[in-house]
């Protein structure tokens, strides 16, 4: 069988989709789907997300320079779509779909309390690319919902039920297959 040699494009899928939280220096909060970010430093910690300018939780973020990563799951896939293509514009999307800003630790944008887990975020750079720009920013604080840890304390996400996005579907994650270094494991 042989391939097809298409355009440039993207086609590093699957991606983590996130519901990203943001409010203005004067205090309006929105939340919005990202499925554009990543690690990219282990110490310190930091992530990226891209937006594009247009969106409107950009300007919050520019603003303040603050954010949160919000993790997604099965329960909460209606809820990352609706906020990937409404405005908070236009909808207060915390209230459509009954998400709950909470307070976060380090940062004034909230943090979607119905995640299993919170990133709180400050920005360090933002690079301009294109029709999106990425966010460079420092993980100030981790919340992880008790509920998905195991006995000896470890935080064990496939108890959430982690959802991933691909080519605009969106996805479950499925079984384990093996844990970082079981190639090389002696028995």
Known sequence: MGKQIWKPGNMLYPLPVVLVSAASAGGEQNVFTVAW????CSDPPMVSI???PERYSYSMIGETGEFVINLTTEKLAYATDYCGVKSGR???KWEKMHLTPAPGQCVKAPVVKESPVNIECKVTEVIEL????MFLARVEAVHAQEAYMDKTGKFDLAKAAPIVYSHGTYYAMGRPLGRFGYSVKKN
């Open 37 to 40: 970010t990543g690690t990219i």
């Open 50 to 52: 891209s937006v594009r």
């Open 130 to 133: 294109g029709t999106h720009h």
């Open 90 to 92: 236009d909808v207060n």
